[in-house]
């Protein structure tokens, strides 16, 4: 059973930058790594994913080019850089985990089986 714990969520400018870290109690070299986040009285919505060899990268529309998502193997983490933050991107943001040796990188929400606590992350206007 893979447990995930993310970190790095706070309150923030409208503008500023923040990095949110996942870190996974065991190997997930095989496994796709992705970023969701739930806004008050909104649905859970995917932000990014990341397949296991970091070769696929993917973003919800609203932040792509402002959002980068990475990870690193050796240490079991997974990091979501968040740059030129809105008001809009409030929210409690999580991480999963989806086992998937074939390289895939989904944006299904019943394709992950592991999910994190989730760290808020509040922009202020």
């Known amino acids: 059973q893979v447990q995930l714990v993310e970190s790095g969520g706070e309150l923030v400018q409208v503008g500023a930058s923040l990095r949110l870290s996942c870190a996974a109690s065991e190997r997930i070299s095989e496994h796709a790594l992705a970023w969701w986040r739930q806004a008050p009285g909104k649905e859970r919505e995917f932000v990014a994913v990341?397949?296991?060899?970091?070769?696929?990268?993917d973003y919800t529309d609203s932040v792509k080019g402002r959002f980068t998502i990475s990870r690193d193997n050796t240490k079991n983490t997974a990091f979501l850089q968040m740059d030129s933050l809105k008001p809009e991107d409030t929210a409690v943001y999580y991480c999963a985990a989806d086992y998937s040796p074939g390289g895939g990188a989904s944006s299904r929400y019943a394709d992950y089986d592991y999910w994190g606590q989730g760290t808020q992350v509040t922009v202020s206007s």
């Open positions: 990341i397949n296991w060899r970091g070769s696929i990268r």
